[in-house]
């Protein structure tokens, strides 16, 4: 398989994805952003000292979970020393502790852990994937590498799309670039204002799933107390109560 090595390859290869293994595959070997690809290698080299003995994935990290999923967790980027190490998005951080265990609470998941690619780990009526598919440094991607990143996010929504009923966006940068997937997957413009991002915040329009706003499950806000296991609980409740999954 080629490697896609330009913003205009992204949007070509994307495009052309079959299905979501097909662009699951063309995720994992796009080259597309410079700065991100440097990053994610020297990661990927340099290591943790925790994870030292262990091969890092140091690649764009696909979505994850149910092609026929009602659910869609939206989140930011993978973290340098979890997916990035794993390959598999949430996985082996202290982020993805958290929203797993809350998934097996609500039923999404089948086990309250996912540590490793293989590790068994099975999501019901959920798909997770993130804006932006390579980890950022400091976790902040550039405009133009979620601009660049997008037509993945916007082609994997318009292969989910018959059965997609809830968005969950996990964070503001979340919140913000499912404006742009809406009109590629739905053809619907954003609203305007866009309705601003904050924890329990809901929004619905004429076509085009339901979407609802949860602060972002880093350990900043876990750690903190600012986002609590009781209010992912709530927005997970939520979420199967608009998509119908019981
Ligand atoms: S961030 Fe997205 S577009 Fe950029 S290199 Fe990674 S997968 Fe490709």
Known sequence: MAETRTPVEVVARAARATDLADLDAGVADCFACPRL??????VARTKRAAF???????RPVPGLGDPAARIAI???????????????????????????????RAGLANQPTSVAADDGLAL??????AAVRCAPP????????????????HREVELIRPTLRVVV????????????????GYGVPPPSPRPSFGHGAHWSGTAGPELLGCYHVSQQNTFTGRLTPEMLDDVFARAKLLAGVD
């Open 169 to 184: 966006a996990l964070g503001a940068f979340a919140w913000a670039a499912w404006w742009p997937a809406l009109r590629a």
């Open 37 to 42: 690809v440097d990053w994610r290698e020297e």
């Open 52 to 58: 030292r003995d262990q091969e890092y994935w140091g």
């Open 124 to 129: 019901r009526e959920t798909r997770i994937f």
């Open 74 to 104: 939206l989140g930011l980027a993978p973290a340098a020393h979890g997916g990035n190490r794993t390959g598999r998005i949430f996985t082996g951080d202290r982020s993805g502790d958290v929203l797993f265990a809350a998934l097996h």
């Open 138 to 153: 400091d976790n902040k991607p550039t405009p133009g590498e979620r601009d660049t990143c997008a037509p993945w996010l």
